[in-house]
């Protein structure tokens, strides 16, 4: 009886030790040349103040692991001879996956006295090193930490400098430096894609929700002005977004219900003698499940989205990755049956909208050399955007606003060669072919409220191509100055323009902490295709010579690297905006696109556009688990109409400040909880102002484009909470997520609404919170 005791009691002892134990994890990688993307052999790889010494060396193949590693937050070192010394600080090693780190190494400037000059830690610079300055890296862990950013990059980048809202919380659309949301440009694998938002196009450019998971990204790069050569069909900013390869030696899964939808995502290896793995995830939608239990025609979104990656490694033919990624989206809304019940034109506006994107490809690199690799992509990417929308009036009749159907599919092909030339001078050159299948159908409404029938704007189908080719060259001067040049030429079929566009930019590091950086860019990007094919009356063309808009940017900045941790950046900036579309005589400008600029009129290339601003960030890096990062940015932001009047633009808040940190706890020697918080203060969005007799005779607003964006709502206010809480178990974790958007309750305006009963147009907003939670399982 005795014995039976005491094996229960030792059977108690070694559970409650068992549980206690820190559960432990693998940190593995790559380390790859930074220019030849060549694998380094031996370089070594530690735990920094680990004792005892955690670390290992790369293999022949440049691939390393560390095994059985406590959870924690670590500070890894990779250091090599002859190469500069890379530190990844505060990386989170969590028990319910592997942590990859894949590193690019950058070989060391030598002087003939043989003194090497190391640069300090920047977390945010951004992984192409041809950058001089307007860009920075995000991580996957920065997306789903701050509070405010709902796993999504366009919400993440809400919080830089430069960068504000275009409508309201509830949309991801963003505003760089004063640009529409259209001008940025989105590459996914180094292939350009559509926009990847739900509902995309909608409002103006943005979306409701990405169409990407964070459970299949990797680091990638945002920019927001004068980018380098290898970015066209840019003018405001560029997103260059990498899926991550999937686990090439165990198999791992996640499953997250929340708000947003049911994701379900696996990776796990496919041959691992050759390294080569998969990865998946699958989202459904919340509210789309919750719209097929009650049916769903008062405007609650349904959409779904599906990414993947096959990473797959050869001997001696390079490395192919075969990759994916696509949404569904729709919403409707059928107003109430009884006009009294209508209380202003937002109620009694009935329509079904959709919008779709796809992206697939296959991706292929080879080292030729030991100096040169080529990267290849042929690629096909689709999206179509919808929109059937009628005004229901009081009196019985129906005013058609939109019929809009336009469906565009592209076959892509890139081929770029990056060579080393020496340590002093790497060079980069490429050639990008589009092939573009367009099929339009759109009839609107250009003057809703006075024309009472659909007008065709365009029924077109048909074939346009876009070519490009650029070359950069990187030289290190010294070991203090950098100088990036290049060109890019680029064609577009539809108006047969051929578009020089020089880029330059130079960095001087003139004291240890201290740098200054100044970059020149000329960028363009053509309009949406059915611009240039609209049509009038008697079925001609109206816009047959239409050009594409371009604008010279010019940036200087500053940065003061204070310690290890805590950097300031500021950088001034002029923009040039030249060649706009506009409407003689009028103040209609595609500088201000929304999707629903109907014209029956023909588009001249007169208008022009200034932005010029500066941008300041104050940054410490997550340390001793507590980060903060300050954004400012003051702007101005106007344009010429048509009519040679100079108006601000619509996107011209004046101002935007940011203040967002967090700070993380140890829980029980494993576990983790996480306090995130950010502060906004911005100028209101601007609209134009009503015309009220006109408004009133037609029960619908009417603008006064003669007075275009004067009017401004007063100053927001935002504030947005996350808390966040991990739990850590033996190979596996629990992740529990609550955000608030909009804790002070600011009321978005969405824009104009005639008031039946007040009989006039009055301010049309709402005014919440909006919640955000979910569950993650990861193992």
Known sequence: MKMKIYLIWMFCFVLLELSAQTPTQNIKGRVLDADTHMPLPQVNVYIVDSNPLIGTTTDANGHYIMENVQIGRYTISFSFIGYEQALLKEINVGSGKETELNVLLKENFRQLEEIVIKPGFRKDKAQNNMATLSARSFSVEEATRFAGGWNDPSR?????????????????????????????????????????????????????ETVFSVNMLSNSDFFTGAFPAEYGDAMSGAFDMKLRNGNTDNRESAFQIGSQGI??????????????????????????????????????????????KFYLPTANSGTFKIWGIGGLSNVSFEPDEDPDDWSNTFDNNQYVTGSDMAAAGISHQLNTSRKHYLKSSLATTYSRFSMNSDQL??????????????????????????????????????VNLTFQNYNLNIRGNPNPGINEILELITDQSGNV?????????????????DLNTGISISYFEMNNNWIPEPRMGISWRFLPRHSTHLAYGKHSRPEPVRFY?????????????????????????????????????????YQELYDVPVIDGSSESLINYTWDMYFDKPLTNK??????????TLERYMKDGFYYMFTGTIFDSKFIGGDGKKYNTSFNRNFVFNLLGGKEWKIKRKNTLGLNGKIAFMGGNRFTPPEQEQSAMHEMVIPDESKAFEWQESNKLFLDIAVNYQINQNKKAHVIAIQAKNVLMQTEMFGWAYDFEKRKVVEHGITMVYPYFSYKLLW
């Open 156 to 208: 993440l980048a809400g919080s830089f400098a430069g960068v504000t809202m275009a409508e309201g919380v509830n949309d991801n659309a963003i505003v760089i430096r004063g640009n529409a949301p259209k001008g940025i440009l989105w590459k996914l694998e180094d292939v350009q894609i559509p926009a990847p938002n739900h509902l995309n196009g909608v409002n103006n450019g943005g979306g409701i």
């Open 263 to 308: 994701d379900i995502s696996s990776e796990g290896p496919l041959n691992s003698k050759h390294k080569a793995s998969y990865l998946f995830n699958y989202r459904y939608s919340t509210m789309g499940l919750a719209g097929l239990l009650i049916g769903n025609d008062f405007g609650i979104p349904e959409y779904q989205d599906l990414s993947f």
């Open 393 to 430: 009036l009081r009196n019985g009749e129906v005013m058609p606003l939109a019929d809009h159907e336009e469906n565009n599919t592209r076959v892509l092909f890139n081929t770029s060669v990056k060579t080393k030339i020496s340590n002093r001078l790497t060079n980069k050159g490429g």
């Open 465 to 481: 191509m876009q070519a490009r080719v650029f070359d950069q060259l990187q030289w290190r001067i010294s070991p203090t100055i």
């Open 533 to 573: 094919l609209a049509e009038n009356d008697t079925g001609h063309l109206l816009n047959p010579q239409l050009r594409v808009t371009k604008a010279h940017h010019y940036v200087l900045a500053y940065d003061f690297r204070i310690n290890e941790s805590i950097k300031l950046k500021t950088e001034g900036y």
């Open 607 to 616: 208008g022009t556009g200034t932005n010029k601003g500066i941008d300041i």
